[in-house]
Structures are given as C-alpha cells and as structure tokens.
C-alpha cells in the first residue's frame, strides 16, 4: 500500500460511524441465530422506541393499544436484538463507483459506510462478510469472520480496487469463489445476493450507486429484502444530480482522472439533467421502500456531521426522509 492510499485509510478511519445497529426482527423468530450467554430480556431483545408503522414493518410489533387510541397512527415497537448475527456489505465496484468531483469518489464513501457498519458490531459478537460485485460477476468475497480482521482487509482491498483491478477478469476471495453460481446467471449483482445463507436471517447492507434495475435484479432484491433485514445505501456525487453553472462546453473531471465528462452547459440542459436525476433515483428508492428495505442516500460532498446523522439514523432502524425535487 502506498502513502496516497496510507493516507486515504486513515481518513476513511476518521469518519466511520459507531453506533448500535437495530434490527427489524424478533430474536424469537425461527429464521434468527441464537445467543449464547447472558440475555437481557426475554428472546434476548430490549424495547427501543414506538414509531409510525412503515411497510414491511412486522406485523406482530404493531402496538394495537396504542394505535387504537384516538386520532392515533398506527404505530410499531422496535427492538434491539443481543443475538450474535451474520452482517453482510455488498457492495458495487467499477468505474462508476471511481467517479467522485467532490471530497472523495464514490468508492471511498462506500468505504466509509461499509467501516461505520462494520464497527459499529465490535461489541455483539456478530460476523461481518463484505462481497464487492461488478456488473456481470463477484470480484471478492470474503466469509462471515472477524469484524476487526475483516474491516482490516475489506477496507484495504476496497481503496486498492481501481480500473485495472476491475479489467483483469476473474474473481478473487478468500473462499475461491465461483462465478457460475445462481444456475449461471451472468449478473454480478444477482450473484452476490444468491451468496446470501438461505436458511438464517441476515443484516444486509447493498451499497452501490444508482443503476436501471434489471427485472431479474428486482426479483432477486425481492427474496433477499423477504429473507433478511436489507438496508440500502446509494452513493452518489453532486454532479450526477446538478451541473455546475455557467455556459459553454464544460469538461467534467473525477478527482482521481479515472473519468472525464464533456458537457454543454446552458439553463435548459440544467434543468433537463435535474430532473431527470430526480426521477431516476426517486424511482429506485421507491422500489427499495416498497420492498420492505431501508433507504439511505449519501453524497460525496457532505460532511462528517451530515453522514453521521444518515447513518445513524439507518442503523436504528429507520428509511431517510425524502427531500422533495
């Protein structure tokens, strides 16, 4: 590892999150691990707070008293759960995910969620496993492990994942990973989730920018979001969403020279791109939320403070709330 990376890491480090993650499941439920040792309530979970319902909400957590009430909402209990869990990252690379005009590229600010997630289970004994995934096949993964060796090594291979990296072809992982995996299916993405336990519930965090969701994509997102407790998290640059101001030609260059834009720049071409932008990734959000994932947008120009306050919020439970175009 170089000093330009060195350095990249220990500013990553520098930002990550640490915070209790809640998950959306009873510990009683069938499909959950089990804890070993102390437990600090029945089923091993401790009431958190009351929160309007949401969909995908369980059922069984409506507070049926206190919804019934009048000119009440109906609203849910949350939980946390003190059962060891297997805590997954999947996340997206490629030249896309190199793209960053602001602080850092997007790559980076996946990183930085992927160290908060991993972090922030140092304290319940559960396993973290990060599979990074391209669009046709799964270039790493590593199985369910550690969380302090596994944020070491997930960390490093992920600032080191760069052009080249992604050209060579063939994936690499500690578990000799194959690519031939879901009945074959040429689809990196779907690969990765099909790598998903089939028979336990999971933590699971898909970190990937924004993309046109394939039919097989969304049916795959479906079953994981209906197995697993699936949380969402887009990345993205300011310039994917505004151009800059001004007229004329306008070249638009990453941070680290792996992609460069040209563009035409005028008021209707401003306004075009915005709004197209806002559809397309209000369009994918939608389709999270209505599958009963939580949703979480990060951009690479925001600060400490502002990604702290989305992550925390993701790790407690809870969608980000959606700001209007």
Known sequence: MNQVEQQLL???RLRIVECPIVVRWRSGDPQSGSRKGSRRDV?????????PYEPGDNFRDIDWATS???GSEIVVNRYRDFHPI?????????TDMLFGTQRVTKRDLAAEVVGS???STFKTQDTVSLIQFDDSRVVYY????NPRHTLATGLSRMIRTDATDLRSGGAVGDAGVTNGGANGDRNGLVRAIAMLPRGERCLVFLICAYR???DREKQALKFASSKHDLRFVMVQDLRERELPNGFGLYKLRSLNGSENRTIWLNNKARAQFKSEA??????????????GALTAVLSTEMDRASTSKILRRLFGGFSQRRETE
Do not use: C, Y
Request: charged content about 10%; aromatic content about 12%; hydrophobic content about 50%.
């Open 10 to 12: 220990r500013d990553i």
């Open 43 to 51: 089923g091993g979970v401790e009431f958190v707070a009351q929160t």
């Open 68 to 70: 019934s009430l009048p």
């Open 86 to 94: 297997k805590v997954f990252a999947l996340v997206q690379v490629g």
């Open 117 to 119: 997630a991993f972090t």
């Open 142 to 145: 590593s199985p369910p492990g």
């Open 212 to 214: 046109a969701l394939s």
């Open 278 to 291: 806002w559809n397309h990734h209000s369009a994918m959000l939608d389709f999270f939320n209505n599958a």
